[in-house]
């Protein structure tokens, strides 16, 4: 999705790219950020966006299909960054649906992949762009959607390469750093909960 969706001239792809010898398979999220307003919409005030977030899941005999995290502290991300401002969106089975749990992907290495793992309880509940207060957790057995927008609106293109996403409790790379903006690497493993 795009600010295209309104009238805007931002463009955003994903693609599935396959594995090679250097790179794992990954999808690919890339198009060009626009500012430009529309003239035919003047209601439109403000362009310059572009995301993606996974599909909802198929129901079952019980109902909506939602993950629960709530046995895990960490989303991690394996992602090779072009180093603009990308943020990590959490939607739940909130009460107000347009709700979204926002972090920012912060990268050290851009254009190296790298792994980046956020704390659940650092995410901050945001509706359409905006801080809500107050603030409330996010409503870990529920969770719909997880997903990646760009909303720096610095015009030109944009790429961002995510190979995994998935839910933990440490780190079990030596290359992974929370983003907390921690020096401290946390080694060992617990079996992970991927996000597919």
């Not at 895990?72 to 394996?78: K, S």
Request: hydrophobic share 35%.
């Amino acid at each position: 999705m795009s600010d295209a969706g309104i009238g805007g001239f931002s463009s955003a792809l994903l693609d599935q790219v396959s594995g090679t010898s250097t790179e794992p398979v990954h999808a690919r999220f890339h198009g060009s950020i626009s500012t430009d307003l529309p003239r035919s919409n003047p209601q439109v005030a403000r362009t310059g966006f572009a995301g993606w977030r996974n599909k909802d899941r198929k129901a079952t005999i019980f109902g909506r299909s939602l993950w629960d995290i709530d046995p895990y502290t960490y989303l991690g991300l394996r992602v090779k960054s072009d180093g603009r401002k990308y943020f990590v969106n959490i939607q739940t089975e909130s009460i107000v649906y347009t709700d979204l749990h926002q972090h920012r992907l912060h990268t050290r290495k851009p254009g190296e992949w790298e792994t980046v793992l956020i704390n659940f309880n650092a995410f901050v509940r945001t509706n359409y762009g905006e801080v809500v207060e107050p603030q409330s957790e996010i409503l870990r057995q529920k969770v719909r959607t997880v997903g990646i927008s760009l909303t720096d609106r610095v015009p030109g293109p944009f790429d961002l390469a995510i190979s995994r996403i998935w839910a933990s409790n440490r780190l079990n790379d030596s290359e992974c750093f929370e983003d907390q903006n921690r020096e401290d690497l946390i080694k060992a493993g617990r079996p992970e909960k991927a996000l597919q």
